[in-house]
């Protein structure tokens, strides 16, 4: 069984929530636009940290993390980008990716929206978790956490709080 902190689109900032949230988390996965290697390194510090790069992201973090990730956590096909896309509306090189084999479940960020979407076409659960920094077009920032327990995926919970009450702050 394996606890995952799932967040995206922190632009460089973290907010104290989020570490008190991922407290007992055994992962943290990070689905791009991190912002700066020193937001990477204060995550991968605290929990070990897969992550891809996101379009805001300079060339130190292009050379910390791929563009796409697909690994297995447990018994799950995972793959995680930051423009995905989502069901129905998938980006082209997603959707060929999809076709030849859908992972079980989709991450990706970019949309500053939380999305919880169950695909049934490609039989794929796909999450977005909204963004967890101070920077977009979003009023709420979001991260979420949820249990792989062999081949299954449950006990998802979000954390969710108003930027406007950023103020517990750790940049970079």
């Known amino acids: 069984m394996k606890r995952i902190g799932l967040l995206s689109d922190t632009h460089g900032m973290l907010s104290s929530r989020i570490f008190t949230f991922f407290e007992q988390v055994d992962e943290i996965w990070h689905a791009g636009d991190i912002g700066n290697a020193e937001t990477a390194d204060r995550l991968s510090a605290f929990k070990p940290l897969r992550a891809v790069y996101g379009n ?96 299954d995926i449950k006990d998802l919970e979000v954390l969710e709080f108003e930027r406007s009450a950023f103020q517990e702050m750790i940049i970079g």
């Not at 079980?104 to 978790?129: A, E, T, W």
């Open 56 to 151: 805001i992201d300079d060339h130190i973090l292009r050379s910390m993390f791929p563009i796409d990730e697909r690994f297995y956590c447990e018994e799950v096909d995972v793959l995680m980008t930051h423009i995905g896309g989502y069901p129905g509306k998938y980006e082209a090189r997603i959707r060929n990716l999809f076709q030849i084999k859908a992972p079980q479940l989709f991450i990706s960020g970019h949309s500053h929206i939380l999305k919880v979407i169950h695909d049934p076409k490609y039989r794929v659960l796909h999450i977005n978790p909204g963004a967890a920094g101070n920077k977009g077009i979003h009023q709420v920032c979001t991260a979420v956490r949820f249990v792989i327990d062999r081949k």
